[in-house]
């Protein structure tokens, strides 16, 4: 005899879950790219004033 199963919760109702969870994940990466991005933008500006004062002109 073959058993049947009861039906659950429609798997429906997992398919928004799941693009909750990706929409949240690719808004984490965006955000680590924005960081990513700010940075990458400042550091060069640092470093540079931390260089020029560091020039010694005989």
Same mark, same amino acid.
């Given at each position: 005899? /073959?058993? !049947? /199963?009861? =039906? ?10 799941? /693009? %909750?969870?990706? /929409?949240? +994940? @690719? @808004? ?5 790219? %924005?960081? *990513?991005? *700010? *940075?990458? @933008? +400042?550091?060069? =500006?640092? %470093?540079?004033? @931390? !260089?020029?004062?560091? *020039?010694?002109?005989?």
């Amino acid at each position: 005899m /073959r058993h !049947q /199963r009861a =039906p659950n919760k429609p798997k429906t109702h997992q398919k928004p879950t799941m /693009r %909750a969870g990706k /929409r949240s +994940l @690719l @808004l984490d990466f965006i955000k680590f790219i %924005a960081w *990513v991005i *700010v *940075v990458g @933008l +400042l550091l060069p =500006p640092i %470093a540079c004033s @931390l !260089q020029q004062g560091e *020039v010694d002109y005989d």
